[in-house]
C-alpha cells in the first residue's frame, strides 16, 4: 500500500515538517559524499546497540558520539530508495500533525518520537552489532499521532495489483492498523535485526507518538500556531482529489464536486481526479478554465454507467471555491 494524500487539508505551511525533509535530504547528501569512509561514517553517527552494552566497545567512543549518536541517527539513511519511502509518508502525515501542535511543538514532538524509537531498538537489541539509521522511528511516532488525532480522515492508496493501479481511499484507522500490525508481525517473525530493518524501532516510535501526544496535548498554549499564520506562505488545493460520486438506480450519469481555489478559478487549473468505476478507480484529467464561477457544471462524457447499444454516460462536475487558508 502507497499512500498518496490524505482528505484533511492543513490550514497552516508544515514549515517544520519541509525543514525536516530537507534537513535528511542534506545530510543524505552529506552521507553519499563520505566514499570509502561511509561505514565509519555510519558506526560513529549510526545507533549500534553493541557501543553501549560491550564496555570494550564504548571505550572507543567518545562521551559527545554516545550521545549524538541517539539523535544523529534519525538523520541518515540506507539509500535513495530508504530515504524517498520516508520522506514521502513524512510529507503525507506531518502536516497535519505540525498543525495541531504547532510550529515548535512538532519539532521537539519529532524529536522525542525519533529518540524514543532509538532507545526502543537500543534496548530490545542490546548486543546487536548491525548500525539502525532512518527517519522511520521518529515518522512513525508522527503516524501514531496522526491516528489519534483523524481517525476519520481517508487516506487514498495506491495498491499495485497484479500491474494494474487501483486506487481506493482507506480510512485512516484501518490504514494505520495495518501498518502498525504488519510491523508486529515483522517484528515477531525476525530475529534481532534481520535484514537490517528496526522494526522494533518502528513500533516504539508509533507507541511513544500516541503517548507524546496525549502529554503535548495536556500542555497549555502547546498549538501556536495562529500567531505566525499570516507570515506562512498559502496553501493550494490538492492536484488529485477523489471524487464521491453520486448516482440514482436509472441515471447513467454521476455527479460529483470538484474543489478549487479562488486563485484557481480565477487563472484556471488542471487537475486530477480519481473516480470510482466499478471494482477500481479511474484517474482522470480536468481542465478547469479560467473565470470559472460558484457552481460551474464541468461535464466528462463517456465516464459514467453503461447504457443500452454500449454507450457510457457522463460525469458532471460541480465545482465548488474554497479556500483551503481559512
Not at 494505520?176 to 517484528?187: D, E, K, P, T
Request: aromatic share 12%; proline share 6%; net charge positive.
Amino acid at each position: 500500500m502507497i499512500p498518496l494524500r490524505d482528505t484533511i487539508q492543513a490550514k497552516n505551511y508544515p514549515i517544520v515538517n519541509y525543514v525536516i525533509i530537507g534537513f535528511n535530504v542534506a545530510l543524505f547528501l552529506v552521507q553519499k559524499a563520505q566514499g570509502p569512509g561511509l561505514d565509519q561514517f555510519v558506526i560513529i553517527y549510526g545507533l549500534v546497540p553493541v557501543r553501549y552494552s560491550v564496555p570494550e566497545i564504548a571505550v572507543h567512543f567518545t562521551f559527545g558520539q554516545q550521545a549524538l549518536a541517539l539523535v544523529s541517527f534519525m538523520f541518515l539513511h540506507g539509500g535513495f530508495f530508504h530515504l524517498l519511502g520516508n520522506m514521502w509518508s513524512l510529507y503525507i502525515f506531518g502536516d497535519n500533525v505540525e498543525d495541531r501542535l504547532g510550529h515548535l511543538g512538532y519539532l521537539l514532538f519529532y524529536l522525542l518520537c525519533g529518540w524514543a524509537s532509538g532507545l526502543s531498538h537500543l534496548f530490545l537489541n542490546w548486543h546487536s552489532q548491525i548500525p539502525t539509521i532512518g527517519a522511520s522511528g521518529a515518522i512513525a511516532g508522527v503516524m501514531g499521532a496522526y491516528l489519534i488525532l483523524y481517525p476519520r480522515s481517508r487516506i487514498l492508496t495506491l495498491i499495485p495489483l497484479f500491474f494494474i493501479p487501483l486506487f481506493v481511499e482507506i480510512p485512516a484507522l484501518v490504514f494505520l492498523g495495518i501498518w502498525f500490525l504488519l510491523q508486529f508481525m515483522s517484528a515477531a517473525a525476525s530475529h534481532a535485526q534481520a535484514g537490517g530493518i528496526a522494526w522494533w524501532a518502528h513500533i516504539g516510535g508509533f507507541v511513544f507518538g500516541i503517548i507524546f501526544l496525549k502529554i503535548f496535548l495536556k500542555i497549555p498554549g502547546i498549538s501556536r500556531t495562529d500567531q505566525v499564520r499570516p507570515a506562512t506562505p498559502k496553501r493550494k488545493a490538492p492536484r488529485l482529489q477523489p471524487i464521491r460520486t453520486i448516482q440514482s438506480k436509472n441515471d447513467p450519469h454521476l455527479y460529483g464536486t470538484i474543489r478549487i481555489t479562488p486563485r484557481e478559478a480565477e487563472v484556471g487549473t488542471r487537475k486530477l481526479v480519481n473516480v470510482p468505476s466499478g471494482f477500481r478507480n479511474r484517474v482522470l484529467r480536468v481542465t478547469v478554465a479560467p473565470g470559472v464561477k460558484e457552481g460551474t457544471i464541468l461535464r466528462l462524457t463517456g465516464v459514467g454507467r453503461p447504457m443500452n447499444g454500449g454507450k457510457r454516460g457522463d460525469l458532471f462536475l460541480k465545482v465548488s471555491i474554497y479556500d483551503w487558508n481559512k
